[in-house]
């Protein structure tokens, strides 16, 4: 166990819709990355939150979103949801910016 | 931009037998972090050993090893005495360590390279 969570598990929605994945860090760690793992992409970095701020993009599309709480959890909005936009989320957690970082056990999206 | 490559998108190994899957990358940094993360079928990702580029020493975690070749830009893990746990996949990821284009530290992995264990 990471000590890192991912609510829900799973999730399954129809195209058009929006949903929100949420994610809670270790204790104490500071930075939240967000990333996608599809069959076609792999692992990708949409997004990096750093105490409440965010710190860095990568291929995160216009329709996602993402912030984080005081509390230090964070939510991964996605909208206007497609296909192609199935693939199972992670949520990775560490103290700074450069430290090792935990991954959740990640939430597996299913858009039909 | 930094990338990586992982040429072997399958590999099989003999329980109890040795096995080296390869990693590539590319990146114009000097400063930086290599990683191996394992991906069972549970899907968890699982952190299974890590470099730090300004270390010539190559890391050793228990039957895990690296062979860290800077100047070739070559990353590869060895697994010594298989088991039918380390049966998962493995992905080769890259972070800097420095602000670099914006990079704040998120990791640039490969494509993965399938791993079975056979009995």
């Known amino acids: 166990d990471s000590g890192v969570t991912q609510t829900p598990k799973h999730l399954i929605t129809a195209t058009g819709q929006r949903v929100t994945l949420r994610c809670s860090p270790r204790s104490g760690d500071l930075s939240v990355y967000w990333y996608q793992q599809s069959l076609d992409q792999g692992l990708q970095f949409l997004i990096h939150y750093y105490n409440g701020e965010e710190r860095a993009k990568g291929n995160i599309l216009e329709r996602f979103s993402a912030q984080q709480f005081p509390d230090l959890h964070s939510e991964l909005n996605l909208s206007s949801l497609e296909l192609g936009d199935s693939a199972l989320y992670f949520c990775a957690s560490s103290s700074g910016t450069y430290n090792e970082q935990f991954f959740g056990p990640g939430t597996r999206l299913t858009v039909l | 931009a930094q990338t990586v490559t992982q040429s072997q998108p399958e590999m099989s190994v003999q329980e109890a037998e040795t096995v080296t899957l390869s990693c590539t990358y590319d990146?114009?940094?000097?400063?930086?972090?290599l990683f191996w993360y394992k991906q069972p079928p549970s899907r968890q990702m699982i952190l299974v050993i890590r470099q730090e580029a300004y270390k010539q020493q190559n890391a050793t975690e228990n039957r895990f090893s690296v062979n860290f070749q800077k100047a070739a830009k070559s990353f590869s893990l060895k697994i010594s005495d298989s088991q039918l746990g380390d049966a998962a996949m493995y992905f080769c990821a890259y972070r800097s360590d420095m602000n670099y284009g914006g990079s704040q530290g998120n990791l640039i992995f490969g494509k993965g390279t399938k791993l079975s264990v056979k009995p």
């Open positions: 990146t114009s940094e000097s400063d930086y972090y």
